[in-house]
């Protein structure tokens, strides 16, 4: 029989047993503890809470950009386009760069906290741009922010979060994202009715919702406690936290970013059909609306059903609304079109977030996250600009379906994907 537990009482701990004490120690006076079963976390709340004031704040601006580059200052509205490629592809940069290093540390906040900082900061300094060069700095230091803040925070979330409830914690976060992009054009509406349609008024009003998001993050948001990872040895591979898993899975997810072209394109589809601008600016808001309501319901469909069965559904009702969408002629069916497309953030929005986290492990989770972030984020770069030069061509019909059949490739492949925790 293996011996016993030796007794050490009244015996000297060791220097070794004195840390680990201390560490518990630590640990249990400042460990939140878990949420109540069926609740989700205080952090993932506050996190939501930071990503509502920080969209609505986002939306407030950035919608308007086109319109303050063309009458403000006097350049051509296609330099909008440009600006946005430019910071998408930046975002995704500094999305996986930073995810990579926030796993090497003890607390992944302080980057959450300088990321949404740096957003709250840059877009209120559209008031002073006079040039579009100077509006292409500003938006690129708010993608940088973006950048630093997705993927630890996206790794707080799921490190917070029980691995079953994942999907619902990501469709809660992404319901507070687009009730802030349903309040943000609202407030823009507001404030160019008070100050005669000043574009610089409202990005100089939308400093007050981004100084609340970090005032959130400062007093609310609550990190547990995590020991920094042991430097890797020189021999390790550096691409180790990316399971063969997790990798077939980016492989997956890569093939529906070619088909994820930017919304802005629903806005030239309205505009080619002769709707006009202040419902085409409606649709936009039914758009929100929808995610808005769909995202958390989405994230609980996709725990009973399965993560994966949800996203495949998902990417399969954008296959519909795809193929549908050139063939929408009037404001009502294409406010039909934009509410059912509006379902599938609702499905895949919380699951393909919590997928990274089943098919990455527990371990690397920043990294994970910022490579999800990196490879959606250039596919969907790559889709825009695709889905621009076919959308040139006669009516547009072969941009949309384009899309449509990578998406239902895409589906087929995840499909096929055995969903399964990675070891």
């Known amino acids: 029989m293996p011996p016993g537990p030796v007794d050490r009482k009244g015996a000297p701990a060791s220097d070794d047993e004195r840390a680990v004490a201390v ?4 640990s249990k006076s400042t460990d939140p503890g878990p949420a109540p079963r069926g609740a989700l976390s205080r952090t993932v709340v506050a996190l939501g809470i930071v990503s509502l004031c920080t ?5 407030m601006v950035w919608p308007l950009l086109p319109v303050l580059i063309a009458e403000a200052m006097h350049s051509n509205v296609a330099y909008a386009g440009v600006i ?23 607390s992944r906040k302080p980057y959450v906290l300088a990321g949404y900082s740096l957003s709250s900061i840059a877009r209120p300094l559209l008031f002073f741009a006079a040039a579009p060069w100077h509006a292409l700095l500003i938006r690129l230091a708010d993608r940088v922010g973006k950048g630093l803040r997705s993927a630890p925070r996206d790794a707080l979330i799921a490190e917070d979060t029980p691995k079953d409830r994942r999907a619902v914690a990501f469709g809660f976060h992404r319901a507070m994202d ?10 823009a509406l507001a404030v160019l009715a008070r100050f005669d349609n000043s574009v610089r008024a409202v990005a100089l009003a939308s400093a007050v919702p981004g100084a609340l998001a970090v005032l ?50 629903i806005v030239a589809q309205a505009r080619r059909a002769g709707v006009s601008v202040r419902d085409t600016a409606l649709l936009l808001v039914v758009l929100a609306l ?4 769909a995202a958390t319901p989405g994230g609980w469909i996709a725990e009973r059903v399965g993560r994966r069965r949800a996203l495949v559904a998902g990417w399969l009702v954008y296959a519909g609304a795809y193929a549908v969408f050139p063939l929408a002629r009037s404001l009502v069916a294409l406010a039909a079109v934009t509410a059912a497309y509006g379902a599938y953030y609702g499905l895949t929005e919380g699951a393909e977030k919590a ?23 250039l596919g969907a770069l790559t889709a825009s600009l695709l889905f621009a030069v076919l959308f040139s061509i006669g009516d547009g019909r072969y941009a949309w379906w384009t899309s449509a059949v990578l998406a239902l490739c895409a589906a087929g492949a995840m499909a096929s994907t055995r969903e399964r925790a990675a070891s």
């Open 84 to 106: 946005e490629g430019l910071a998408e592809a930046t975002a995704a940069l500094v999305k996986y760069l930073v995810g990579r290093r926030s796993d090497r540390l003890a």
């Open 355 to 377: 997928l990274v986290a089943t098919f990455a492990g527990d371990r690397g989770l920043g990294r994970a996250y910022g490579a999800f972030a990196l490879v959606t984020g």
């Open 290 to 293: 929808v995610r808005t309501l």
């Open 178 to 187: 687009n009730a802030g992009a349903v309040i943000g054009p609202l407030a």
């Open 55 to 59: 969209d609505a704040a986002s939306d």
């Open 23 to 26: 560490s518990d120690s630590r």
């Open 216 to 265: 959130a993050i400062v007093l609310l948001v609550r990190e547990r406690p995590r020991a920094a990872p042991a430097a890797a040895s020189p021999g390790a591979s550096a691409s180790e936290p990316l399971t063969p898993e997790f990798k077939r899975y980016l492989t997956v997810v890569a093939i529906f970013a070619l088909a994820n072209a930017s919304d802005v394109f």
